[in-house]
């Protein structure tokens, strides 16, 4: 079995993406590596349905949302025990900022849950086969009972 020393588990806030995170700790623990989290803020434009899609507003909320994902991972970090260099928020598409972010951090394995509410739900069909086929790395899905 490999020695993981570098493992990077993409979440969603979800209880299904603690389960990953758990898995993934085992992991690290068991290989002595570092185990790291990654929330991608998917970047929308909000646009006003009275204009069938037309028109963006003028208002972004990708500031907010990548401030109320860095304190939820926070919360996560103090959970299970990691430092905030541990913890990333990129804005994005979740395929490709997940596989940079693996690729640029020595990581040597991806960890993902196979379901989720939201975001990681996205990592189901295509976001997870281009993860598979285009990471440099194992990747670890890890089935949500």
Do not use: P, R
């Given at each position: 079995m490999a020695n993981y020393k570098q493992i990077l588990v993409a979440v969603d806030f979800s209880?299904?993406?603690e389960r990953a995170i758990e898995r993934a700790q085992e992991l690290?623990?068991?290989?002595g590596g570092a185990l790291n989290?990654?929330?991608v803020v998917d970047y929308f434009p909000a646009m006003d349905a009275a204009y069938d899609?037309?028109?963006a507003f003028s208002?972004?909320?990708?500031d907010e949302l990548v401030s109320a994902s860095k304190n939820r991972l926070?919360?996560?970090?103090e959970k299970y025990q990691l430092k905030d260099e541990q913890l990333f928020v990129e804005v994005g598409a979740i395929r490709n900022e997940v596989i940079d972010k693996a690729d640029k951090h020595g990581t040597d394995l991806i960890v993902i849950g196979s379901h989720g509410w939201r975001g990681i739900d996205l990592l189901l069909g295509s976001?997870?086969?281009s993860i598979l086929h285009h990471a440099?790395?194992?990747v670890l899905v890890v089935r949500i009972d």
């Open positions: 209880e299904h993406s690290a623990i068991e290989d989290l990654i929330h899609g037309a028109l208002v972004d909320m990708t926070k919360v996560l970090a976001t997870a086969d440099k790395c194992d």
